[in-house]
């Protein structure tokens, strides 16, 4: 087996970036999911659920500096991380409310005209970063605005058998994953605990109970007339109301990750 895919998504529910290498840091994928945008009078998060045109929002890591943001019909805009004397935002992610960086005004105007409602956009740094959930994860896991835990697995076995099952090609950026494996069984990753890529060990915690933005097309931000994938991952995919696809990871640790690392089930 070998690592495949590699992925990273640097502003919550925008477009993702392939890479073919990138250091792992304390909160998963250097740079994911540091930046979101949020609703400008609660601090609540948005993302496709709400506003599928989400997907044409291209987002890019340009290092610890700066977010580049593009949209079709805007002007590129770059974006300085908050410095420190930058004032802080109460947002909502989920069940969790944080105090984070709020980017400034010039970004918020920019996303406001392309979303159209007036919203703001935030940055984490690790120090104020999520816990994990504890159910799952161990004191000092840290996760920064992805749903639930920093890493996120799929099997390209497991989305061909799904493709074939619906009877289409689904692209894997669908699932928005942030390491895709080939070399193994269809769903083989649901019975993984520990594996190994390269140097790096990774502990696979949960199963990623899959939403309404899988019936988006990555590409174009339309919805699934047929409801699809979720259609049919329901009938084999659900357990206990919730429908499964991918598993979450949590890092043992931070180091570098290319395209075709060998990978390796530990336990």
């Not at 477009?15 to 609540?44: F, H, I, N, Y």
């Not at 909502?92 to 970004?107: E, F, K, M, N």
């Not at 009877?167 to 520990?194: C, H, I, Q, T």
């Amino acid at each position: 087996m070998h690592l495949s895919g590699l992925y990273r998504y640097p502003l919550k529910s925008a477009a993702g970036e392939a890479l073919r290498e990138t250091m792992l840091d304390a909160l998963g994928v250097q740079g994911d999911r540091r930046w979101m945008v949020v609703d400008a009078e609660s601090g609540r998060f948005l993302t496709q659920r709400l506003l599928a045109h989400m997907t044409q929002l291209q987002a890019r890591w340009l290092g610890s500096t700066h977010l580049q943001l593009s949209a079709p019909g805007m002007a590129d805009l770059q974006v300085a991380v908050p410095g420190d004397s930058a004032p802080l935002r109460g947002v909502t992610i989920w069940r969790d409310s944080l105090q984070v960086p709020d980017a400034g005004d010039q970004a918020a105007h920019w996303l406001s005209q392309l979303l159209g409602r007036a919203c703001r956009l935030v940055q984490v740094s690790e120090p104020r970063a999520r816990q994990v959930d504890t159910a799952y994860a161990e004191v000092g896991d840290k996760v920064a605005f992805a749903d639930g835990f920093p890493l996120l697995l799929i099997g390209q076995a497991s989305l061909d058998d799904l493709s074939a099952r619906i009877g289409r090609p689904l692209p894997m950026l669908r699932f928005r994953p942030n390491l895709v494996v080939s070399g193994s069984e269809p769903y083989a990753e649901d019975g993984w605990k520990r594996i190994r890529i390269g140097d790096l060990e990774f502990r696979v915690v949960k199963g990623c109970s899959r939403c309404i933005m899988t019936t988006l097309d990555p590409q174009t931000g339309e919805r699934s007339a047929d409801r699809e994938p979720l259609a049919t991952l329901k009938t084999y995919r659900e357990h206990e109301g919730e429908v499964y696809f991918g598993q979450n990871l949590i890092a043992c640790g931070k180091g570098q990750l290319r395209l075709d690392m060998p990978v390796q089930v530990l336990e």
